[in-house]
């Protein structure tokens, strides 16, 4: 069974910093991604890393503030979050695709796999 969990949401003012991880269990090793989900707005990527932590991909809004990497020996992905803005609020999910040789990509419909998500909220 497939399971996806994530921890490290909270509260942090503007400027700060929090680390997002998501405890991976149940699938072969695939692409894995953080999308974001703000109230009345679309999920969205975020960051995205291959299988093996060799090519990781941010959307625009976030690149040079986040950093996405994995350790396959203990699957997790965590999502390191620096110079925190009030657009960065919303719920977090951790994603997974299903095949190892899967690329990273930005679409929702890409991930088959998701977790419950985490709330970070950012106040300004």
């Known amino acids: 069974q497939v399971q996806l969990v994530e921890s490290g949401g909270g509260l942090v003012q503007a400027g700060g910093s929090l680390r997002l991880s998501c405890a991976a269990s149940?699938?072969?090793?695939?692409?894995m991604a953080w999308f974001r989900q703000a109230p009345g707005k679309e999920r969205e990527f975020v960051a995205g890393?291959?299988?093996?932590?060799?090519?990781?991909v941010y959307s625009d809004s976030v690149k040079g503030r986040f950093t996405i990497s994995r350790d396959n020996a203990k699957n997790t992905v965590n999502l390191q979050m620096n110079s925190l803005k009030s657009e960065d609020t919303a719920v977090y999910y951790c994603?997974?695709?299903?095949?190892?040789?899967?690329?990273?990509?930005?679409?929702?419909?890409?991930?088959?796999?998701w977790g419950q998500g985490t709330q970070v909220t950012v106040s300004s």
């Open positions: 994603s997974a695709r299903t095949a190892t040789w899967n690329p990273v990509n930005p679409g929702v419909t890409d991930y088959k796999y």
């Open positions: 149940g699938f072969s090793r695939s692409a």
């Open positions: 890393i291959n299988w093996s932590g060799s090519i990781t």
